[in-house]
């Protein structure tokens, strides 16, 4: 199965279990569940953040991603793909997607935390155009590092580009 055969969608509350189960196995393991059903389902509902899902032609859960929009700012919350579908772009086409709703609601920079000792996801949001930033000791419920990463769209506080006016063809 390839990533274009994936469906991206938004997350309904019907999913928010499904995916707080996704999170406490492929995110949080070994740091205690923070982003149990009740968390999921809240974000689903919040009007500043999208949460996103790539299903399978039968509706399974594979990937998901929650990232909650500001004026300027966003923050990608948790990004995750089943390991058996990983390697094959869905972690990318999942960011794409975000990345290009950012850029339409006018967001300067994008930040996430992941824990320091991740390497796979350092490299691959490494490769998507994050930088890394800071070292945050003690991060993840006193237990682990995390490591702060920012991606760069525009100079905050820049203005947007113009948005040009759709004429009508003469006739």
């Known amino acids: 199965m390839t990533a274009d055969s994936i469906t991206l969608r938004l997350a309904q509350s019907a999913d928010a279990e499904k995916i707080a ?34 299903c399978d032609r039968g509706e399974r859960i594979i990937g998901f991603a929650v990232m909650r929009f500001g004026d300027e700012h966003a923050h990608l919350s948790l990004l995750a793909v089943r390991p058996s579908y990983q390697r094959r772009g869905l972690g990318r086409r999942l960011i794409d997607w975000l990345l290009a709703s950012a850029r339409v609601a006018g967001i300067a920079t994008i930040g996430l935390e992941l824990r320091s000792s991740n390497h796979g996801a350092r490299r691959f949001y490494r490769a998507v155009g994050f930088n890394e930033g800071a070292y945050i000791p003690g991060y993840y419920r006193g237990r682990e590092m995390a490591l702060r990463m920012m991606l760069e769209l525009r100079k905050v506080g820049m203005p947007l580009p113009p948005w040009p006016v759709a004429r009508l063809p003469k006739r």
């Open 21 to 54: 189960f996704l999170s406490r196995d492929l995110i949080e393991a070994g740091l205690g569940w923070s982003w149990n059903p009740e968390r999921v389902a809240r974000a689903i509902r919040n009007r500043d953040t999208v949460t996103l899902l790539a």
